[in-house]
C-alpha cells in the first residue's frame, strides 16, 4: 500500500544511470584502483619524506660532493668558552647547541645551525632565551631566562624537546649562566 509509489532500488538505479548501470559500477570501481594507484606509486609534493629517499652518490664527482660529517661529539661537559669552539665555522669539528644549560650535537642539522645557516647564530653558545622568545637579536642571545614568561618558558621546553628527540646530548655547560627553571 505505502510502498507501491516507492521505486525497488534496480528502478532507481536504471532512473539514475541508465540499463547500463553495471557498466557505471565498473568504470567506478576501475577508477578508484587507478587512483589508488597513482596516490601509491607518485609521492605527494606535500609529504617529501613519504617513500622518497636520496640515492646514494654514484659518480666519484658525487661522492665528492656529498657532505662529510665528522664523528659524533663524544659525551663530556664544557665551558663556556670551550663551547664556542664548536660554532659551526669548522666543517672538521661538530656543531653544537646548548639550551638550558644541556648541549646538544647538531652537526646533522649543519643546514640549519653551520656556517651560513639561517641559526648559526646559536651554534656555540647557550642560546635558551633567543629559543624562547623565538628570536635572533643578538642581545637575546645567552642564557638568562629568569624573566621569561611561562609562554615563554614552554616555548624553550618545546626546543628541548625537539633536541632531544633529534640530536644526541653530549653534556652539560659547566659554568653556564642558564638561570631558568630545570
Known sequence: MGGDFLPSWSEFVDASVGEKWQQVVVALFVGY?????????FP???NRDRRVRKRAPV???????AEIFPD??????LTREELKR????????????????RIFDVTKGRD??????????FAGIDCSRALAKVSLD???LNAKCADLYAAE??????????????????????????????
Open 86 to 101: 664548536y660554532d659551526g665555522s669548522n666543517v672538521a669539528i661538530p656543531v653544537l647547541i646548548a639550551a638550558k644549560g
Open 112 to 121: 640549519f645551525y653551520g656556517k651560513g645557516g639561517p641559526y648559526n647564530c
Open 44 to 46: 605527494s609534493p606535500f
Open 153 to 182: 618558558r614552554d616555548v624553550l621546553n618545546d626546543w628541548v624537546r625537539k633536541f632531544e628527540d633529534k640530536y644526541p646530548e653530549v653534556g652539560i655547560v659547566l659554568d653556564g649562566t642558564y638561570d631558568g627553571p630545570p
Open 138 to 140: 643578538p642581545k637575546d
Open 72 to 77: 659524533p661529539m663524544p659525551k663530556g661537559d
Open 59 to 65: 659518480t666519484e664527482e658525487e661522492k665528492a660532493a
Open 33 to 41: 584502483f587507478v587512483a589508488a594507484i597513482a596516490v601509491y606509486f
